[in-house]
C-alpha cells in the first residue's frame, strides 16, 4: 500500500499523506485503517520509486532544485535562511518547491525584502504543529525563481532553535543551513542525517 500510495503522490503532486494513504486503500479495497501504511514507509516508496523510473532525471532535477535552493540561501542570508523538506531529504520531484524557514522580528519584513527587489510573491498561512496539542500559524510567501517555486515559510527571530515537527515522521524538521548545503552539493550524495 505504501508504493501505492507513493506512486499516487509522484503522478498527481499529492502532498498530502493522508489524502494518498485514503486513494491508496480505496484503490487497493483495504478497509482497516490499521493496515494504512506510515508516512515513512511512504516516503521510502517514494525515493525508491524514483530511483527506480526516474533514476538520471531526479538525479538531475535534484541536483538543479539544490543549486536553486542554495541561491535562496544566500538570497535570504539576513534572515538566516534554513533548507526543508523534499529538496534536503531527496525525495523531490517535477512539482516539488524549494522549501526555506526564515526568522524576522516581524513577517512583514519579508514581504519588504520580496517588495524592494520587485520579486511578485502569493502569501498564505501554514499551520505548524510543536507538539500533539501545541499548533501555530506562520505567513509563508510563494513565488517562482526560474522554473524553481521557493516555498518560504516566516518564523519569528527566536524559533531558529525550535522546528515544528515534520509530517512525514513526527520528529523535528531537519533544517540545513547554507555551509551544510555546500557540503551535500560537495558530496554529491544523499543527505546528511
Do not use: C, W
Not at 2 to 18: F, N, P, S, T, V
Not at 51 to 69: I, P, S, Y
Not at 108 to 118: D, G, K, S, V, Y
Amino acid at each position: 500500500m505504501a508504493q501505492e500510495a507513493a506512486r499516487i503522490m509522484l503522478d498527481h503532486g499529492i502532498r498530502d499523506y493522508g489524502v494518498a494513504k485514503r486513494k491508496a486503500a480505496e484503490r487497493l479495497g483495504v478497509r482497516d485503517i490499521g493496515q494504512l501504511p506510515r508516512n515513512t514507509e511512504i516516503q521510502n516508496a517514494l525515493v525508491e520509486y524514483r530511483r527506480l523510473f526516474h533514476g538520471d532525471r531526479h538525479t538531475v532535477r535534484l541536483r538543479t532544485l539544490r543549486q536553486a535552493a542554495l541561491e535562496a540561501l544566500r538570497f535570504f542570508e539576513p534572515f538566516s535562511p534554513r533548507l526543508v523538506g523534499a529538496v534536503l531529504d531527496g525525495s523531490a520531484d517535477d512539482h516539488s518547491a524549494v522549501a526555506i524557514h526564515v526568522f524576522a522580528d516581524a513577517p512583514e519584513e519579508l514581504a519588504l525584502f520580496l517588495e524592494e527587489r520587485t520579486i511578485p510573491f502569493d502569501m498564505e498561512q501554514r499551520r505548524m504543529r510543536y507538539t500533539r496539542d501545541e499548533e501555530e500559524d506562520y505567513p509563508v510567501y510563494r513565488f517562482a525563481a526560474g522554473d524553481v517555486n521557493v516555498d518560504v515559510t516566516v518564523f519569528p527571530a527566536g524559533a531558529i532553535r525550535r522546528a515544528p515537527l515534520s509530517p512525514v515522521d513526527g520528529r523535528p524538521m531537519r533544517r540545513l543551513d547554507q555551509r551544510g548545503l555546500e557540503t551535500l552539493l560537495e558530496n554529491d550524495g544523499p543527505d546528511p542525517g
